[in-house]
């Protein structure tokens, strides 16, 4: 079966354009999570799907980002406008329904670079 | 004081060692307990998870949970050099699957 597929897997872009980041999960997963790492702050919930439907989205910085997940097998994460301290690797994650408290199989990630 | 701490390590034991990485946290009232592999550049991979007290055991892999001194290990034994990665310890709070809260993880690095 395929994992997480993550799309770009790298994103150069300049200050100031949008950036949308792709996410499909694993087929039959409810639970989509949306994560940024930085050597800084290490590993950091954006926001969480179940269902579809966003249940926690207290880890979105600011009113530039945006998550969307339209069904099951889709979810986007958009950076409007960006900025030099967005760059990261950002990873989704997928869970089962039966999984325990948490993700459970991540994305190769997406490595943005905001110049 | 942080939610989750590690750490950073780098941790180096020589290959065939037991390998211990320590974490702490600060909510009594979290629930469970992950660890993760992450190898540079690549994503973090789930590898133990542990719910109650005490020791749980996965092949090379043990994990161990003390909630009275909010204290979570993983031990590897007989280390591997392709062991050498970064360990991460997660703790969830409860409540939400979201609500997972992760260490800046340790390095460790098996020597042959």
């Known amino acids: 079966d395929a994992g997480v597929i993550q799309s770009p897997r790298h994103e150069v872009t300049e200050m100031g354009q949008e950036v949308t980041l792709r996410c499909k999960p694993i087929s039959g997963h409810n639970s989509l999570f949306w994560y940024r790492q930085t050597m800084m702050r290490g590993l950091e919930l954006l926001i969480y799907f179940n269902n579809n439907v966003p249940i926690d989205d207290s880890g979105m910085p600011e009113d530039r980002f945006s998550a969307k997940m339209p069904n099951a097998s889709f979810s986007t994460l958009k950076i409007q406008p960006s900025e030099p301290r967005d760059s990261a690797v950002y990873f989704c994650?997928?869970?089962?329904?039966?999984?325990?408290?948490?993700?459970?199989?991540f994305g190769d990630g997406t490595r943005l670079s905001i110049l | 004081q942080k939610e989750v701490e590690q750490n950073s390590g780098p941790l180096s034991v020589p290959e065939g060692a037991i390998a211990s990485l320590n974490c702490t946290y600060s909510d009594r009232g979290s629930q469970s307990f992950f660890w993760y592999r992450q190898y540079s550049g690549k994503s973090p991979e789930l590898i133990m998870s542990?719910?109650?007290?005490g020791d749980k055991e996965d092949g090379r892999f043990t994990a161990q949970l003390n909630k009275a001194s909010q204290y979570v290990s993983l031990l590897i034994r007989d280390s591997q050099p392709s062991d050498s990665a970064t360990y991460l310890c997660?703790?969830?709070?409860?409540?939400?699957?979201?609500?997972?809260?992760f260490g800046k993880g340790t390095k460790l690095s098996v020597k042959p």
């Open positions: 994650a997928s869970s089962p329904p039966d999984s325990p408290r948490g993700p459970q199989h």
């Open positions: 997660a703790v969830n709070k409860g409540g939400s699957q979201g609500n997972l809260i």
């Open positions: 542990i719910y109650s007290n």
